[in-house]
């Protein structure tokens, strides 16, 4: 029952913890697709940490379309790769099949690498630095490992769709002991695309360079030239490119010159099917350049492009949304040339000058020509990252705003996870501190912290319902309960301590922004542990003025309820004058007595029992045993009616017909009797056990005499002796006691369990050993229904000590005389 009770607060910290170890990645993809960087990091050590990670790019839709086909391009097209391109004069690995080769593909993961690893400074990734880097499946044959270490890319054309996919795995180290770090960061997702950026530029000389002239990427043709700044002040001591006259410094009337790129095998022999400009790779594209002085009136200065194959239309590009160049009388001035309309394409460029023949001549000079073409990614990304991290370092104070983060701390170190999605930039506020060693945040020290304040709720509780419990007498134990909410409280408290060590961003699911840092942690945990502790022991002491509740015991089908008196606190309205010898119990003023010639006293009932005094042994006077009746009782073991005295106890009576016991015990009760031999303790066990329950029994005495004596043979006797073989140590009947008790309890058949001569035992040990004992092995035995005897000898221990023992009983008998 009670862990069915336990079950829906067990299934709802389940789930809190499974939804707080998820990304909160729910938004659904773009219909054009997605880039996704997979990120894994397993690094460990203190001051510097030192490991690896994966790293995995996932393309999806358009996306993995637009990726496959550029590295199919640039790698399948060319056989070196062109100038302006980040790694210009490689070669390719070109198959000209139209096919994206794993050769070719080859090339695209190692400048993929060498991006990624930036000439040994590596990438720098929130608070790591990544190098080096490498395919996943790592082979001698590098075609091998770029099939195994990629999907969607080997073996593909112009015609596949699918997702494409890039795994990579890498070195690491921390590159910060102590900072706040962004977590969302794009640097991963760009590398893909900064092998396709172009850049093409005239030299700041304008001196030809190997094979290409100082024009390039222009061609010195139809007038165009380079001209030096000699003896022209307009031109500011520096170079120009132009098609004018040099002997007037300006444009000739009825000029028509026009210079286009390159696409000549004379300036470029080993490129012999270069065209500069493949807008195909490009995210984006412009041109500026430079220029001084003025076109005149009816001349005309003209940016154009043309398409391949022929390149003979030629269409006009706008300068910044002019038709025509501002003019520049004194000094240099930039434009900029928009080529978005190119993007995707193959063109050439051209400036075209002309000049109407009329008026005024133009003398407009040109440098510092510069393409621009940069390759990046384009759409929504999705970061998922995975930190596993070993040592003392510790995240704190999350930032985030846009993205999801979860952090799992443990002894040995923590696990982050974070995730998010953004369209162009990505989100700047999503930031964590991050330090190698922080002792208010140090996982190591929470743990502690954790295990002292969890022990110390339950410790505490339990110290308080005991001292509770303790202080009522035993009969009245049994309708001593727990409060159960303040001990459920307790076990949630704890719970809620567990969880939040574990898993401090555990509320975020919840969709409050609410992180418990290690400081929040270390006052929060001594807190809970003394309000609840100090909480419980108030609450048992306010409890103590009030009578327990009746106790209630299950038997069979039957309940039966046990109506307890009030406990020995409470003061009855008239007062004790003593104590009965026979029942322990105190004689009130009124009550009849009964005073042996020895000086103890009697209850007069309980007098009437006995036929000697428990103390002296003397007869009890014949006034009192005359005024003893007959009275009929009915044999609870044959049915047959028998007679026997007034105020007899029928368990110590013996059944003329059967031999058996006229009474039997109350199951699962504990007694206490005072008896010169165990005798009639082991009729009462012998009526108990025979359903098939089964019995024990503790004695100093030899198991073999006490088998042969009183004729028990089924019953498990353990010797209580420190100098027997295999007995039990009478000082450590705590552990070992118990452990022999232990079997016969976790049976659930009921049974019955006989302490033999205590105190010979406490003679041995001490009082306050067998009480200890008694404690827990009593409460054992209540647990489980067992029945429990214990025996002492008249006359061995002190009135007070027998009272201290029959504390820890339900009921004290005293046979010492009857037996």
Not at 641 to 661: F, H, K, M, V, Y
Request: charged share 20%; net charge neutral; with cysteine.
């Amino acid at each position: 029952m009670r862990g069915r009770r336990n079950a829906p607060l067990a299934f709802v910290l389940f789930l809190l913890t499974f939804w707080s170890v998820l990304p909160v990645l729910v938004r659904a993809q773009g219909s054009g697709g997605q880039l996704t960087v997979a990120t894994d990091y397993e690094l460990f050590g203190t001051s510097d940490l030192r490991g690896g990670g994966h790293v995995t790019w996932t393309l999806t839709g358009d996306k993995a379309t637009d990726l496959r086909m550029k590295i199919l391009h640039l790698f399948d097209t060319y056989p070196t790769i062109p100038k302006g391109f980040p790694s210009e004069g490689l070669a390719t690995g070109r198959i000209p099949n139209q096919v994206l080769d794993a050769a070719e593909g080859v090339t695209y993961t190692n400048l993929l690498e060498e991006r990624l690893e930036a000439a040994g400074k590596g990438t720098i990734a929130q608070y790591m630095r990544l190098y080096p880097f490498d395919l996943r499946d790592k082979a001698a044959d590098e075609p091998s490992s770029f099939a195994r270490s990629t999907s969607g890319l080997a073996g593909t054309d112009a015609n596949t769709t699918g997702d494409v996919e890039i795994r990579f795995l890498f070195q690491a180290n921390t590159s910060t002991a102590d900072g706040r770090v962004e977590l969302a960061t794009r640097v991963l997702a760009d590398s893909l695309y900064e092998p396709f950026s172009y850049r093409a530029s005239q030299s700041a000389s304008l001196a030809a360079s190997g094979l290409y002239p100082g024009s390039w990427p222009f061609l010195p043709e139809d007038g165009w030239h380079v001209v030096n700044a000699s003896g022209r002040p307009a031109l500011g001591g520096r170079s120009a490119f132009w098609a004018g006259n040099d002997s007037t410094g300006t444009y000739d009337n009825g000029t028509d010159a026009a210079t286009r790129t390159s696409m000549d095998p004379v300036f470029a022999p080993t490129l012999s099917s270069y065209t500069p400009f493949d807008f195909r790779y490009a995210s984006r594209a412009w041109a500026t350049f430079s220029y001084t002085g003025t076109v005149g009136p009816g001349d005309s200065l003209r940016l154009q492009y043309a398409y391949p194959p022929a390149y003979a239309v030629w269409t006009n590009l706008s300068f910044s949304n002019r038709p025509t160049l501002p003019p520049s009388p004194s000094g240099w001035s930039n434009a900029t040339v928009n080529l978005t309309a190119l993007l995707g394409q193959v063109a050439r460029l051209r400036f075209h000058f002309v000049s109407d023949n009329t008026g005024l001549p133009s003398d407009v000079f040109i440098r510092d020509f510069a393409l621009e073409a940069p390759a990046s990614y384009v759409g929504e990304v999705v970061q998922s990252d995975i930190h596993y991290l070993i040592g003392t370092l510790s995240f704190s104070n999350p930032d985030v705003s846009s993205g999801g983060l979860q952090l799992i701390r443990t002894p040995g170190g923590e696990l982050l996870t974070y995730g998010t999605r953004w369209e162009g930039s990505p989100p700047a506020n999503d930031t964590i501190q991050f330090r190698t060693f922080d002792i208010l945040d140090s996982p190591q020290i929470l743990f502690g912290v954790m295990l002292v304040a969890a022990y110390g709720i339950s410790r505490m509780q339990q110290a308080a319902y005991e001292t509770y419990r303790e202080a009522h007498e035993a009969i009245y134990r049994p309708g001593v309960h727990r409060t159960k909410w303040v001990h459920r409280s307790g076990k949630v408290a704890i719970g809620l301590l567990i969880l939040l060590y574990f898993i401090p961003t555990a509320f975020l699911v919840t969709g409050f922004r609410v992180v418990v840092s290690g400081l929040v942690y270390l006052f929060l945990a001594p807190i809970v542990a003394l309000v609840l502790g100090l909480g419980t022991r108030r609450h048992y002491r306010r409890r103590l003025a009030q009578p327990p509740s009746p106790a209630v015991r299950e038997e069979g089908p039957l309940v039966h309820k046990v109506v307890l008196p009030p406990p020995s606190g409470a003061t009855s309205a008239a007062g004790a004058i003593g104590q009965c010898t026979h029942c322990l119990r105190e004689i009130g003023e009124g009550d009849p007595t009964y005073e042996c010639t020895c000086g103890v006293s009697y209850h007069r009932s309980c007098a009437m029992s006995l036929t000697r005094c428990s103390n002296c042994h003397t007869s009890i006077a014949p006034t009192v045993l005359r005024g003893r009746k007959q009275v009929s009782l009915r044999c609870e073991s044959c049915g047959e009616n028998q007679t026997i005295l007034e105020g007899s106890d029928p368990r110590a009576a013996t059944c003329p017909s059967c031999g058996g016991l006229l009474g039997h015990l109350d199951e699962g009760k504990r007694y206490l009797i005072l008896a010169n031999n165990p005798a009639i303790a082991l009729g009462w066990i012998r009526e108990l056990v025979k359903s098939g329950r089964p019995a024990l029994c503790l004695t100093p005495a030899s198991p073999e005499r006490l088998r042969l004596e009183f004729d028990v043979k089924t019953m498990s006797i353990v010797q209580v002796s420190s100098t027997a073989a295999g007995g039990i140590d009478p000082k450590k009947l705590d552990p070992l006691g118990l452990r022999a008790i232990l079997p016969l309890s976790r049976q659930g058949q009921g049974g019955v369990i006989l302490y033999d001569e205590l105190d010979e035992v406490i003679a041995e040990a001490s009082l306050g050993d067998v009480i200890r004992f008694l404690r827990k092995a009593n409460d054992m035995a209540f647990v489980h229904g067992v029945t429990v005897i214990a025996r002492l000898a008249p006359r061995r221990l002190s009135d007070d000590d027998v009272k201290r023992l029959n504390a820890e009983f339900d009921e004290y008998l005293d046979l010492s005389s009857q037996v």
